[in-house]
């Protein structure tokens, strides 16, 4: 029951649910799809673009290269699992719009956030994600983007809690790695390493607990 038909698949995570057993792939359509490994059933379908799709099918009468045009920009880039620490139910997708969206699987999929930095015109201003990281024992997000930046987002809230760019701007990233040490005591520090389009590598050192502060801050 897929409105925009089948689709290229363009990024994977496992390890989902209270069980382990969840896998959720990202779709150049502008899906992302749940299956269930041991059970072998897909559970959900997750509509990151399900604006874009509702538009697709009232202008089914377009021509070809729109509607080609129109699905370059419906990729789901980037997926990934929160930690059962954090709640084995919430996954996040990444999409070519710059928006992260958070989605509740307990509910139906229901998205419960749905992030992206926009400019004074209402425009999102970020370009796309590229890849997503959960913290493992907090309720935050690592998320790259093609203007060369890493945001960290508070899944709990929807805000973003802290940039980190360096250098050249707008260079996009197209892998982060993200190393986090500490945990034992506290939120723990990170280490995030990007990997950048124009051959370099850059490192930051993340204190998630001041992070996590300023989040705090932000509510009141």
Known sequence: DDEMGPAGLTCLAVDGGADGQLAIAGGENGNAYVVHLQGKKLVGILRHFD?????????????????????????VEAVGFASKTVNPNWVATGGSDGVLKIWDLTTEGQC?????????????????????????????????????????????TGNVVHTLTGGKQDIQINDIAVEVFGTDQGPGNAIVITANDDGTAKVFKVDVAAVLSQSQQMKM
């Open 112 to 156: 419960r956030q749905s992030c992206s930095v926009k400019d004074e015109s209402g425009s999102i201003s970020t370009g796309g994600v590229t890849k997503i990281f959960w913290h493992p024992t907090q309720p935050i997000i690592f998320a790259s983007y093609t203007d060369g930046a890493v945001r960290l987002w508070d899944a709990r």
């Open 51 to 75: 604006s874009i799709a509702s538009s697709a099918k009232a202008n089914a009468n377009a021509d070809a290269k729109a509607d080609s045009e129109q699905m370059t920009i419906t990729s």
